[in-house]
């Protein structure tokens, strides 16, 4: 009985241990459902926009069926695409790898 309970201390340890690790290691990142922080780098794209067109304001911001229209719009227009250019990468993934012959079995005769 001793052995079973010293084996389940040490596994408590080891989890409460490896999560606190886990949570050290994820503390950079931002917090599920956590409003994202202004990074010029990824919005460099948005600068080159005409000042006009980045003062306007989204006009479907709050309008929950915008998700859905874009998810049907990404449907129709990108998708295609999306499946072709992961084609392409598969294919070229597998070009990219040695190619290898299956050695022939041998044939005994049977004495």
Known sequence: MKAVAAALAVCTSFLAASVVLAQSRNSDKPAVGATPTYDPAIYAELQKAPEKARNRAN???NDPDAVTAGAILFEQHCADVMVT???VAR???ASA???FKAPRQARFSGS
Do not use: N, T, V, Y
């Open 97 to 99: 790898l040695p190619k």
């Open 59 to 61: 006009p479907l911001q």
């Open 85 to 87: 250019l992961r084609e």
């Open 91 to 93: 294919r070229d993934r």
